[in-house]
């Protein structure tokens, strides 16, 4: 509404009285651009400055003038400062510049970028409605009614899209804009004329156009293409004018719909140690302030990460190759030298269709354990690695592990069913199982004999030349560095071939009576039992005798006159028999056994009786004498007396009493002719 007429205050003094002047063109809508939206800046960029007015209204009245200041993010910048209006740059470069034009204003430091414009507006109107500047989302905005001659307004009334809003003789309004806010304001002055008459005066309309408290934040990256497996920075990029750096803003970064780090937090940077390509995830993040309580959410974007494909693989064992031992666990560990992502490892085996294991992960090296590896287990190996760019291969490896020895088995190889002295033995050695080289060494009784060593493996031998000491209790065992076995013991018994036997007579006398006992001795001084003994007179066999534990055998002889001649004996334990030398026996005609000689005379019967009897005393003496002097060896546990002979001087084969003795002698063996003497 305008007034139709207006008078001045003089009218009262009599002072002419003029129209009320009419208002221009129809009225026109008064934009206050404050400062437009900031556009995004892109990463890295300074920082927009910030124009300021002064007084800080951005519509002022013909004729007036505003002083523009521009401000970065640290202070007011009082030189070097570029100004542009209406895009065109304007050659002053102080710190502030004062203007009357109606336009768009803008400015630059050295350390900031362009700001954003601001529209100025001079008008010629009576009553302008202002609103203060700058104006931020959710911040109080003050709004002012105001008249060219402010002492005449009695009440001004605030309006928002024709909806009353409040009124005041001479007090401003504070509104509270939402960002976008597209509700028009106007404002109304009335007053009265010295006549009584009221007047109104009514501004044009305004769209106030609030700038954001801060834009929406844009989630960058850096680097911006990372390599898979890489840490990655992503900021939340934002920024608050200077006039509002007070106020504080948190953060929180998302992947799809999961939170990532702690959540919200005043930074706005999170680091991703290790960044890995996921196919289409798309991460964001928010920011908001405290108070007042304002959320603002990025677009969703995909980070493009670099795959690097995998090479160099290598396969290792632990333990090293060469020292597996049969029945320890082998792990096999498949590396890569690069290569980013999920890595799919396999590990094979030449000559089997199957893999023997398969892992995904994300790492550039991992591990398959084979429990208790055996003998079996041996081949060529190798592994492969694939992050989906196709699989490369390592190179192969032989992994044979190394068999401790067995328990070995000692085998004597004899050229004859009984070994025998002189024989040559081969003792063989041999373990069933175990890695070469195999060392044996064999053993009589536990005392080494020697060694010898398998370097290919199977067994081993060691050859004896026997003598009689060889026999006993052998083993053997076989050490090829990773366990030392002994074989079970083998007993070996050494026959011994018999020496040639050694004929005694005892007595031993070149001349013995018939019907004396003569007890023939043979003994070989060497030969393995049982020995069998045979006695021989002149090679006419007279009997044997068996000697199971060895030593000598007796044969006795109840002699005749046909016992003369030469006697022998012969040794056999089944090796060969041996002959003695042979022994010359004489056997005389008397039958007084082993008397002295006595000189008898031309005596009748009866003193040779009584020379006999007294000769028979002496030789009782003479034989305990004879005896002590030749008596044979002595006779163990279960051996036969030894039979003592002397003696005897042969007599007449005419002599009557002979002839008597013998025979009364007829019906006895071994019965010494003296004692029938004595009977007689």
Request: proline share 7%.
């Amino acid at each position: 509404m305008f007034c139709e007429h207006r008078w001045d205050r003089s009218l009262a003094f009599g002072e002419t009285v003029f129209p009320c002047p009419r208002p221009g063109p129809a009225p026109m809508l008064l934009w206050l651009l404050l400062i437009l939206a900031p556009g995004r800046q892109p990463a890295g960029a300074l920082p927009k400055a910030l124009l300021l007015l002064k007084p800080p209204w951005s519509t002022a009245f013909e004729g007036e003038t505003v002083t523009l200041f521009c401000k970065d993010h640290h202070s007011l910048a009082w030189e070097y400062v570029s100004w542009y209006h209406n895009e065109t740059p304007l050659r002053k470069q102080s710190g502030r510049l004062q203007i009357s034009k109606s336009g768009h204003y803008r400015c630059k430091t050295q350390r900031s970028s362009l700001s954003d414009p601001v529209h100025v507006q001079f008008l010629p109107d009576w009553l302008v409605l202002q609103a203060s500047h700058p104006a931020f989302e959710r911040d109080k905005v003050v709004l002012r009614c105001r008249g060219k001659e402010e002492e005449d307004i009695m009440e001004r009334t605030y309006y928002k899209n024709e909806e009353k809003i409040g009124s005041s003789y001479n007090s401003n309004i504070t509104v509270y804009p939402a960002f976008n806010d597209d509700s028009t304001y106007r404002c109304t002055a009335s007053g009265m004329y010295i006549l009584g008459m009221s007047w109104t005066e009514t501004s044009r309309p305004l769209k106030i156009q609030v700038q954001e408290l801060f834009p929406s934040p844009v989630l960058t990256a850096s680097p911006s293409w990372p390599i898979e497996g890489s840490p990655v920075t992503l900021t939340c990029e934002t920024w608050l004018p200077p006039l509002t750096s007070h106020t504080r803003l948190q953060f929180c970064f998302f992947k799809e719909h999961r939170a990532l780090g702690a959540g919200w937090s005043n930074s706005p940077e999170l680091q991703i140690p290790t960044m890995w390509s996921e196919g289409a995830a798309s991460y964001w993040c928010q920011a908001r302030t405290v108070i007042p309580r304002i959320l603002k959410t990025s677009p969703r974007s995909q980070i493009r990460v670099h795959r690097v494909p995998v090479s160099d693989v290598n396969l290792e064992t632990q333990p090293p190759v060469g020292q597996l031992i049969e029945g320890e666990d082998l792990v096999l560990i498949c590396s890569v030298a690069a290569g980013t992502g999920t890595v799919t490892f396999s590990w094979h085996r030449e000559g089997s269709e199957r893999s023997l294991g398969r892992k995904t992960q994300n790492a550039l090296s991992a591990e398959l354990r084979i429990a208790s590896v055996r003998e079996q287990d041996a081949g060529r190996y190798y592994c492969a690695a694939d992050n989906l760019d196709g699989p490369v291969l390592s190179k192969r490896i032989r992994i044979t592990p190394r068999v401790p020895a067995s328990r070995p088995v000692l085998t004597v190889r004899t050229p004859r069913a009984q070994a025998v002295e002189g024989d040559v033995v081969e003792l063989h050695c041999e373990a069933q199982r175990g890695s070469p080289p195999i060392l044996y060494r064999f053993y009589r009784e536990d005392v080494p004999l020697g060694s010898s060593s398998a370097p290919s493996g199977g067994g081993a031998s060691l050859n004896l030349s026997l003598t009689a000491e060889h026999s006993g209790n052998y083993s053997c065992e076989a050490n090829n560095g990773l366990r030392v076995q002994r074989s079970k013991m083998v007993s070996l018994s050494i026959t011994v071939p018999v020496s040639h036997p050694v004929l005694t007579l005892n007595p031993d006398v070149a001349q013995a009576m018939v019907g004396d006992v003569l007890e023939l001795r043979c003994e070989a001084q060497r030969g393995s039992p049982p020995i069998l003994y045979w006695f021989y007179h002149e090679d006419v066999i007279l009997g044997n005798t068996s000697a199971p534990f060895g030593g000598g055998a007796s044969f006795n002889l109840s002699l005749t006159t046909e016992h003369s001649g030469n006697y022998s004996c012969g040794a056999d334990n089944g090796l060969g028999a041996q002959s003695s030398e042979t022994v010359s026996l004489n056997i005389t005609g008397l039958c007084k056994n082993k008397v002295t000689h006595i000189t008898v005379g031309v005596i009748g019967c009866l003193l040779s009786m009584l020379g006999l009897a007294a000769t028979a005393a002496l030789v009782g003496r003479f034989r305990t004498q004879r005896k002590s002097a030749h008596s044979p060896r002595t006779h163990q546990k279960g051996e036969e007396p030894a039979i003592v002979y002397s003696e005897v001087k042969r007599a007449d084969p005419y002599d009557p009493a002979r002839q008597d003795c013998e025979e009364a002698a007829e019906g006895y063996e071994n019965v010494p002719c003296t004692s029938l003497a004595s009977d007689h």
